[in-house]
């Protein structure tokens, strides 16, 4: 649960839904955000709650909730677009009583220190957990996928720290997440003539259902990707 404070104006939008989106990735069972003592300047800058959404909606698949004890406020958000992706309720309890239990997930993480094998001990790491939870039909794409994001991270993360390797099932669904505490967002790039790998992503994009970036708390970010599981096509 957290209870934002201060203003939320066009200058603090972004770092509102970016601390949202740091509390989803740490995969609670929802985020409940109580707007008790937050001062909005204006009402369309309540979409700052279903922006988060959207970042998170794919993966991790964190509910966001609102309680708003305010019935003006609270009627006008239910009529509002805000309503379609984010539940605005009156109470905390309200809120936590409707959660329904979340899908079954299977999940492990692994520590990897920046050396120059630790993709290579991150393409093992997939290899094994995909033969344990019987997915081999994702194995070759995990594979490319999990190379390109931890090269990533260890060639052009500015820290000097572990980079984090998270698998996950859920809904039949396998996500790739990698971790590490550069902030500095990644970013598609086009493929240049300087002789170095810009590449990457585009390997992740044109392989993985979705993927995306998100900030990580305390500071970093997660570079994640999905694939779906099950028979696919040939």
């Not at 039909?137 to 931890?150: F, G, H, N």
Request: with cysteine; net charge neutral; aromatic share 8%.
């Amino acid at each position: 649960m957290v209870s934002p404070h201060g203003e939320l104006t066009a200058s603090t939008y972004r770092s509102l839904v970016d601390g949202l989106v740091k509390f989803a990735v740490e995969e609670p069972r929802a985020v409940v955000v109580v707007l008790e003592d937050l001062v909005v300047a204006s009402e369309p800058l309540y979409t700052a709650f279903s922006s988060a959404w959207m970042r998170v909606g794919e993966w991790p698949g964190v509910p966001i909730l609102l309680v708003v004890p305010g019935a003006a406020l609270r009627e006008r958000l239910g009529d509002s677009a805000v309503h379609r992706f984010v539940p605005v309720y009156s109470e905390v309890d309200e809120a936590l009583a409707v959660l329904r239990e979340p899908p079954a997930r299977r999940r492990v993480t692994l520590s990897l220190v920046p050396t120059g094998d630790c993709a290579q001990r991150a393409r093992r790491f997939v290899d094994a957990t995909c033969s344990r939870w019987g997915i081999p039909e994702v194995r070759v794409d995990a594979l490319l996928i999990v190379t390109e994001l931890v090269e990533n991270s260890f060639l052009h993360s500015g820290v000097d720290a572990d980079i984090q390797l998270r698998l996950e099932l859920r809904n039949q669904m396998f996500t790739v997440a990698v971790g590490d505490a550069d902030p500095q967002e990644a970013l598609l790039r086009e493929p240049g003539t300087d002789g170095f790998r810009h590449y990457g992503l585009h390997i992740v994009a044109k392989l993985a259902r979705t993927w995306g970036c998100a900030p990580r708390w305390p500071t970093g970010k997660v570079v994640w990707a999905v694939l779906p599981t099950g028979r696919r096509p040939s």
